[in-house]
């Protein structure tokens, strides 16, 4: 059974920085298509960055584009997300989700519990 942990989230204020974790098991994680995800208070839930199972492939949205890097490392199970100069609007709980490749698709199957992310102004 697949497993999704996160870790990194906090108290930033705006303008800082704060990198996330999901550690993978369960499964061979280059298998694996991961994304990140987030929940503002009182909004749904939205996709925000993509990386496919090789790494060749990631996306964002556009609010955070310029600010954030989603990375894997197939050899430690990791995913991360390093969010620089954030800013209130970014406040949310971040997701950590995974579906098994090669296909792209943006459902996904597996979801971590998530990780609480405050940007204080």
Known sequence: QVQ????????VQAGGSLRLSCTFS????G???????RQAPGKGREIIAYISWSGG????????????????DNAKNTVSLQMNNL???DTAVYYCAARRGPAISYEFDYWGQGTQVTVSS
């Open 4 to 11: 999704l942990v996160e870790s990194g989230g906090g108290l």
């Open 87 to 89: 800013k209130p609007d």
């Open 57 to 72: 492939t990631t996306t964002y949205i556009d609010s955070v584009r310029d600010r954030f890097a989603i990375f894997r």
């Open 26 to 29: 369960g499964d061979t994680f």
């Open 31 to 37: 298998a694996y298509n991961m994304a990140w995800h």
